[in-house]
Nanobody
Framework: QVQLVESGGGLVQTGGSLRLSCAAS????????MGWFRQAPGKEREFVST????????YYADSVKGRFTISRDNARNTLYLQMNGLKPEDTAVYYC?????????????????WGQGTQVTVSS
């Protein structure tokens, strides 16, 4: 099993920045791709960004491209999401996820492990 714990969420004004972290423990060697998803109230969970174990390639949703940067520190088993230029529509619970197998990375159902989520709220 793999345990994922997110941190770094909070309340920020439009245009502000936040850095999310996801600490992984357990059988982390069994996972390949890690990613971030988000879910706003009344909406489905949506893909934000992913990164492979080697750090490349990375993928981003069009809505965050150019504003968010995903990275990972394998030595510390930690995944990051640097979020700049935040907008009210970025408000959501952000989840860290990890998947064992390669392949499709934007579908939540393809991920094997999930964190509990961290709330990000962007005020206008």
């Amino acid at each position: 099993q793999v345990q994922l714990v997110e941190s770094g969420g909070g309340l920020v004004q439009t245009g502000g920045s936040l850095r999310l972290s996801c600490a992984a423990s357990g059988r982390t060697w069994s996972t390949n791709t890690m990613g971030w998803f988000r879910q706003a109230p009344g909406k489905e969970r949506e893909f934000v960004s992913t990164i492979t174990r080697s750090g490349s390639p990375t993928y981003y949703a069009d809505s965050v491209k150019g504003r968010f940067t995903i990275s990972r520190d394998n030595a510390r088993n930690t995944l990051y999401l640097q979020m700049n230029g935040l907008k009210p529509e970025d408000t959501a619970v952000y989840y860290c996820a990890a998947k064992i197998y390669s392949g499709e990375v934007t579908i939540p159902q393809r991920y094997n492990y999930w964190g509990q989520g961290t709330q990000v709220t962007v005020s206008s």
